[in-house]
């Protein structure tokens, strides 16, 4: 009896002390593994957000050299020139293949595109106008500018690269250089390489990158209308409707959804981007879910084996002991595979990653770094890392090490091993008291892609030279056919002029002798045949008209006052006529003026003459004024009408008007011809050229 009362003490003390126990264990594993996830999830996040950094940094430097092209320039500068439009297209695409990009395009100050790599798609910016967006706004405030948003026009998501264009010599820019980058290559990293919810977002809350696909475009926090009211009036992401994702804060790292879940919750701060966080949940079921499972798995045999075994102490203390045991192997196996899941995170980076103490001791690396470092991963663990390099890049290194461990604060730098270029990125891991304790390294090799910008610096030179090359071929053309039209013009008057002469010297004096003639018949036929005489009176009037007609074709051919007398009287005489002619009142003003060049005189006689012809011809006007002056060294000649105007921009119009010959002859004298017409508001005609030597240009 006391037998069984000893053996039923202990057996009730064995139950009690293993229930107790596992409690207790239970209890303490289950913190533990809170610890760890806290852990990892937090090194996840971090990670997150450096792989973030380095993604959206990526074409920073390749907007600023796609803005520093001069084709680029020259396309803006001269907008109508098609040969500009199309190698500022060339140069886009070749950007756009080169950086895979999504697409690249230029922008005047109006922010109207006028150049894109998807020109020739459904989806084309080329006419677009983006004034609104901030990317475009900073730029042509002469900044830099990452954006991140949904496109108006294609309605996918993208990052916006945009970077001022400046003339050559100008101060101000002239214009906005787009790159946009697509966003998939990073939301598939998060697709494939985290464990639980990750997503990126912007100030208001706006989930913009994402794991969950669903979740793109909602709102992680529970918004106010002012809030929606600000997404809205941003243009940012579209039309919306931006719903609520129902997740609410519930403490400082744990949030709860709709469905009552509880996830912990970890916000990083995107460097350079303010109000940009990355956010990474853990589902505390998920985490609780490991413990449990295998726990439920060893307890109930456990309690069914107590059950039918409470008479056997020694049976039960065998129970026990073999129950530690494999509760002690679950952990162990539950924190390997944590590790594993761990390496296996890293592992899938692109980058060299190493995890080192705070003197440079090797932790943890990803096999990338082992691969880069020449040795077995197990191999460098526990090894000073500075020892691996030669002695100048180990004191570089140990410098930003020692660095990043005194300041806490991250550090970037590229420097180059064995021929090839590294873009590394150091970030401290302080401990629970906020010392640096650890310290993350990840370094990209960028090897290609300063080979891919020195060969576009290189073609950049290339096409520079070749753009020099070009202009001064054509400023040698230019010139040649300057020079020819001027001579053709001198021809043209010196021709007119001979013709004038030829008909008031020789046809006029051949029609007054006809005249005489005439009358002398008359005079000698007056008292023999009256009807002879009268037809010798017809042939004076008709002789008198020709003689007017010769004289007119003669003075529009080459007006002699304009040589004898010079422009002014000229032009006073020609106005007289030109009322006299078509019944339209002209008036006619003329300021004190130095003597004039003979070119210059004709030029300006000829172009008041064809004005005034046009405003005979096309203008329907009651009064037309003509003013010669001298204004600051400039000879200025204004012919302004009140007739019923037209469109300067039409080309039907422009082509009827003659303007192309006065442009022409204003250009061969370094002058300006500026025409300002309405319809229905009348038109003025300005002619400005320096009243400076001027021997090299002819008419």
């Known amino acids: 009896?006391?037998?069984?009362?000893?053996?039923?003490?202990?057996?009730?003390?064995?139950?009690?002390?293993?229930?107790?126990?596992?409690?207790?264990?239970?209890?303490?594993?289950?913190?533990?593994?809170?610890?760890?996830?806290?852990?990892?999830?937090?090194?996840?996040?971090?990670?997150?957000?450096?792989?973030?950094?380095?993604?959206?940094?990526?074409?920073?430097?390749?907007?600023?050299?796609?803005?520093?092209?001069?084709?680029?320039s020259f396309a803006l500068l001269h907008p109508d020139d098609k040969g500009l439009r199309q190698k500022a297209n060339f140069i886009l695409d070749h950007f756009q293949r080169t950086l895979e990009a999504e697409v690249c395009y230029l922008m005047d100050l109006e922010g109207n595109t006028i150049a894109s790599s998807n020109r020739n798609r459904p989806d084309s910016f080329v006419g677009k106008n983006y004034g609104f967006r901030p990317y475009f706004l900073q730029a042509a405030q002469g900044n830099t500018y990452v954006y991140m948003a949904l496109g108006v026009t294609s309605n996918r998501r993208g990052i916006y690269y945009g970077n001022p264009v400046y003339a050559?010599?100008?101060?101000?820019p002239i214009g906005v250089v787009v790159i946009k980058a697509s966003v998939e290559v990073m939301e598939k990293e998060f697709r494939q390489s985290y464990e639980g919810i990750v997503a990126l977002v912007d100030p208001h809350g706006v989930v913009f990158m994402s794991n969950r696909a669903h979740w793109l475009y909602h709102l992680l926090w529970k918004p106010t209308e002012d809030v929606i009211s600000e997404i809205a009036e941003t243009r940012q992401f579209g039309?919306?409707?931006?719903?609520?994702?129902?997740?609410?804060?519930?403490?400082?790292?744990?949030?709860?959804?709709?469905?009552?879940?509880?996830?912990?919750?970890?916000?990083?701060?995107?460097?350079?981007?303010?109000?940009?966080?990355?956010?990474?949940?853990?589902?505390?079921?998920?985490?609780?879910?490991?413990?449990?499972?295998?726990?439920?798995?060893?307890?109930?045999?456990?309690?069914?084996?107590?059950?039918?075994?409470?008479?056997?102490?020694?049976?039960?203390?065998?129970?026990?002991?073999?129950?530690?045991?494999?509760?002690?192997?679950?952990?162990?196996?539950?924190?390997?595979?944590?590790?594993?899941?761990?390496?296996?995170?890293?592992?899938?980076?692109?980058?060299?990653?190493?995890?080192?103490?705070?003197?440079?001791n090797i932790l943890s690396l990803n096999g990338t770094a082992a691969e880069a470092l020449g040795k077995p991963r197990d191999e460098l663990l526990g090894v000073m890392?500075?020892?691996?390099?030669?002695?100048?890049?180990?004191?570089?290194?140990?410098?930003?090490?020692?660095?990043?461990?005194?300041?806490?604060?991250?550090?970037?730098?590229?420097?180059?091993?064995?021929?090839?270029?590294?873009?590394?990125?150091?970030?401290?891991?302080?401990?629970?008291?906020?010392?640096?304790?650890?310290?993350?390294?990840?370094?990209?090799?960028?090897?290609?892609?300063?080979?891919?910008?020195?060969?576009?610096?290189?073609a950049r030179e290339e096409l520079k030279q070749y753009s020099i090359e070009l202009e001064e071929q054509v400023r040698k053309r230019t010139l040649e056919i300057r020079r020819l039209s001027g001579r053709i013009m001198q021809s043209q008057e010196n021709e007119r002029a001979a013709i004038a002469r030829e008909l008031h010297d020789e046809l006029g004096q051949v029609l007054?002798?006809?005249?005489?003639?005439?009358?002398?018949?008359?005079?000698?036929?007056?008292?023999?045949?009256?009807?002879?005489?009268?037809?010798?009176?017809?042939m004076c009037e008709l002789i008198d008209k020709t003689i007017d007609d010769v004289r007119g074709l003669a003075i529009r051919l080459r007006p002699g006052v304009l040589d004898d007398l010079g422009l002014v009287e000229a032009l006073e005489w020609y106005t007289d006529e030109f009322k006299k002619r078509t019944n339209v009142t002209c008036s006619f003003s003329?300021?004190?003026?130095?003597?004039?060049?003979?070119?210059?005189?004709?030029?300006?006689?000829?172009?008041?003459?064809?004005?005034?012809?046009?405003?005979?011809?096309?203008?329907?006007?009651?009064?037309?004024?003509?003013?010669?002056?001298?204004?600051?060294?400039?000879?200025?000649?204004?012919?302004?009408?009140?007739?019923?105007?037209?469109?300067?921009?039409?080309?039907?119009?422009?082509?009827?008007?003659?303007?192309?010959?006065?442009?022409?002859?204003?250009?061969?004298?370094?002058?300006?011809?500026?025409?300002?017409?309405?319809?229905?508001?009348?038109?003025?005609?300005?002619?400005?050229?320096?009243?400076?030597?001027?021997?090299?240009?002819?008419l």
């Open 239 to 360: 039309n919306g409707p931006w719903p609520w994702t129902g997740m609410t804060r519930k403490g400082a790292n744990s949030v709860v959804d709709r469905s009552g879940n509880n996830y912990l919750i970890y916000l990083k701060s995107l460097p350079h981007y303010p109000g940009w966080n990355v956010v990474f949940l853990r589902k505390l079921q998920t985490i609780s879910s490991k413990i449990t499972a295998p726990i439920i798995r060893t307890v109930v045999p456990v309690i069914l084996g107590i059950s039918f075994l409470v008479g056997c102490s020694v049976f039960f203390l065998y129970r026990r002991a073999s129950y530690d045991i494999k509760r002690r192997q679950i952990a162990e196996r539950a924190l390997q595979e944590s590790e594993e899941t761990a390496r296996a995170l890293v592992n899938a980076s692109r980058d060299r990653a190493l995890l080192l103490d705070s003197k440079g």
């Open 168 to 172: 050559p010599g100008r101060n101000q």
């Open 590 to 698: 003329a300021s004190s003026l130095p003597p004039l060049p003979e070119h210059l005189a004709t030029a300006a006689y000829r172009i008041a003459q064809e004005a005034l012809t046009n405003v005979a011809r096309h203008s329907s006007a009651g009064h037309v004024h003509v003013e010669l002056a001298a204004e600051d060294g400039f000879l200025v000649l204004k012919v302004r009408d009140d007739g019923c105007g037209f469109d300067i921009h039409g080309k039907e119009a422009l082509e009827g008007l003659g303007l192309a010959g006065m442009k022409e002859r204003a250009e061969l004298l370094d002058g300006m011809l500026e025409i300002q017409s309405r319809p229905g508001k009348g038109t003025e005609l300005r002619f400005q050229v320096p009243f400076r030597d001027q021997a090299e240009n002819t």
């Open 1 to 72: 009896m006391k037998l069984r009362t000893v053996l039923l003490i202990l057996s009730f003390l064995a139950v009690v002390t293993t229930f107790g126990g596992g409690y207790l264990y239970f209890t303490s594993l289950e913190s533990s593994a809170f610890k760890e996830a806290n852990r990892q999830a937090s090194l996840n996040a971090e990670v997150i957000r450096s792989h973030l950094s380095s993604f959206l940094s990526e074409n920073i430097k390749a907007v600023r050299a796609l803005a520093g092209i001069r084709e680029l």
């Open 512 to 538: 007054t002798a006809l005249r005489m003639d005439a009358v002398w018949l008359g005079k000698h036929l007056a008292e023999e045949d009256a009807l002879a005489r009268e037809r010798a009176l017809t």
């Open 385 to 458: 890392v500075f020892d691996l390099f030669p002695a100048d890049i180990a004191g570089r290194r140990e410098a930003y090490h020692e660095q990043v461990v005194a300041t806490g604060a991250p550090v970037h730098y590229e420097d180059e091993r064995d021929g090839r270029c590294l873009d590394t990125h150091v970030y401290p891991i302080p401990d629970a008291n906020g010392h640096i304790s650890r310290v993350a390294l990840f370094s990209r090799d960028i090897t290609e892609r300063k080979r891919a910008e020195e060969e576009l610096k290189r």
